[in-house]
């Protein structure tokens, strides 16, 4: 059966997928590079890829089964909306594909959010580059947290087996996309931002400033931005003028490296990023009468 074709090849079949597009997009960079890096491929790339594939091994240590074997299981048991309720398996793959989507893009709002969780996902916007390694450098907490809510939304959501493997392999494919520093005409780029996150919209939300990086959460679908009003069209000062990554920690040393990535969330004070440390200004204070 087709659903046990999948489970036994799994991790195949997302392997290839994310060296194929690795390839690819490590070339399209070559080819037609969007900003300058300011730091060497050959210094950054050994530690965000390290960092990548120690997530994956430590998430096949932790979870064998992996996200598609919760949903073979939620299926064998009856569990979950889609189980309970049967739809044609075309409807309910696409509505599970697009509401998987939904539920990271409120889990990416939250770790901004929450100042514990974004001592964890600051790892991934401490780069001070933006390109296709990028996309896979996220701290094991976070990559453990996210593998937990994703677990909890299978069990509830009861998603074909087909879509939960579709789904992994199209928003890796995706981030991986939309984290490459590659030249995309402003033509293409418009159109193309109506189907898909596109690299120079997510690279506004890896601004150091603080309200280009509460914008463009979504990773896959553009439309949750759009629908909930954190959509930013271009940075400030534009896609070669902006700053890429955090104001406060520009070290290559404790930012770029392995070690120093690590340790990043367990390192400094809480910040005035923090939601609940941002005050509001006196100059706020009379604009806002005078405008009243
Ligand atoms: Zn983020
Ligand atoms: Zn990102």
């Known amino acids: 059966m087709w659903d046990q074709w999948i489970l036994g090849h799994e991790a195949p079949i997302r392997l290839g997928f994310f060296f194929g597009v690795l390839t690819v997009m490590a070339i399209w960079e070559v080819i037609a590079p969007r900003r300058a890096l300011t730091i060497p491929r050959v210094r950054r790339w050994p530690h965000n890829l390290g960092l990548t594939f120690l997530n994956t091994f430590l998430l096949r240590l932790l979870f064998p089964a992996a996200a598609v074997g919760v949903a073979a299981t939620a299926a064998q048991q009856g569990w979950g909306l889609f189980n309970v309720y049967a739809l044609p398996p075309l ?137 909930f009003g954190t959509y930013r069209d271009q940075p400030r000062h534009g896609q070669l003028g902006m700053t890429i990554g955090i104001h406060k920690y520009r070290d290559p040393a404790r930012v770029n490296r392995l070690p120093g990535m690590l340790i990043l969330p367990f390192r400094g004070e809480i910040t005035g990023y923090a939601i609940n440390r941002r005050q509001w200004r006196e100059q706020d204070e009379t604009a806002s009468h005078e405008a009243g």
């Open 91 to 227: 409807v309910s793959a696409l509505a599970a594909v697009v509401i998987m989507d939904f539920v990271i893009w409120l889990q990416h709002v939250m770790v901004h959010a929450v100042p514990a969780l974004w001592r964890l996902h600051r790892v991934h916007h401490a780069d001070l580059d933006y390109d296709v390694t990028t996309g896979a450098r996220f701290h094991p907490l976070e990559i453990i947290l996210s593998m937990l809510i994703k677990f909890a939304t299978i069990l509830l959501l009861g998603p074909p087996v087909v879509a939960v493997v579709l789904f992994e392999v199209l928003l890796n494919a995706t981030a991986m996309f939309n984290h490459g520093n590659v030249r995309l005409s402003s033509a293409v780029d418009r159109v193309l931002r109506w189907l898909v996150v596109t690299p120079d919209m997510h690279r506004v939300h890896h601004s150091a400033e603080d309200d280009e990086a509460n914008s463009n959460f979504g990773f896959n679908l553009p439309w949750w931005d759009r629908l």
